[in-house]
C-alpha cells in the first residue's frame, strides 16, 4: 500500500534504486537537479531533463516525455559531495492552465509514495516537486509544491 503526502511531508526512501514518475494532463518540461550543501549544481552534469537524460556518472537518469515522466535514480551511487536531488517543472502555461501535477515514488512496479499537486488557482509557472535529500546518512522524499512565477 503507498503512502499519500501531503505539501511538506516527508518519507524515508529504501536504500537502493527508485522511480520517480511525474504525471500531468498536459506536456511540461521536467528536471531533476543534484545539488550541493550550498543548493548548487556542480556543474552542468548535474542537470538531467530531456535534452540531457543522464547525469554525468548515469546514477540518474530521465525517460519519457511531456506528460509521463521518469527519473531513475540510483541512491546509493550519488557523491558525498550531493546533498539532494531536486525535481522541478516549468512550463509556459501556469499550473492552473496545465492541470493537477501527480508525483509517485517507485521502487520497481511497486508504488511506495504519491503525491498530488493541486494546479486550482495556481498561476505560476515553474515549481518545485520534491525533492530526495540526505538525513543522517538515509535518504529521505518531502513533497515540496513550492511555485515560482519567474521561473526557476
Not at 48 to 77: E, K, M
Not at 125 to 131: D, N
Request: charged share 20%.
Amino acid at each position: 500500500m503507498s503512502q499519500a503526502l501531503i505539501a511538506g511531508a516527508n518519507a524515508p526512501l529504501p536504500t537502493d534504486n527508485i522511480s520517480i514518475r511525474i504525471l500531468s494532463q498536459n506536456a511540461i518540461d521536467c528536471a531533476a537537479y543534484r545539488l550541493t550543501t550550498e543548493g548548487k549544481v556542480r556543474g552542468d552534469g548535474d542537470m538531467i531533463f530531456y535534452g540531457q537524460t543522464r547525469s554525468d556518472d548515469g546514477s540518474v537518469s530521465f525517460r519519457g516525455h511531456d506528460s509521463d515522466g521518469f527519473f531513475d535514480i540510483n541512491l546509493p551511487a550519488q557523491p558525498a559531495s550531493i546533498e539532494k536531488i531536486a525535481l522541478a517543472f516549468s512550463s509556459a502555461q501556469t499550473l492552473a492552465q496545465v492541470g493537477d501535477v501527480d508525483i509517485q515514488v517507485l521502487k520497481g512496479s511497486q508504488v511506495l509514495m504519491t503525491c498530488q499537486l493541486s494546479a486550482n488557482g495556481r498561476d505560476e509557472k515553474a515549481i518545485i516537486l520534491a525533492e530526495c535529500y540526505r538525513r543522517q546518512g538515509n535518504w529521505k522524499f518531502r513533497f515540496i509544491a513550492q511555485g515560482f512565477n519567474g521561473g526557476l
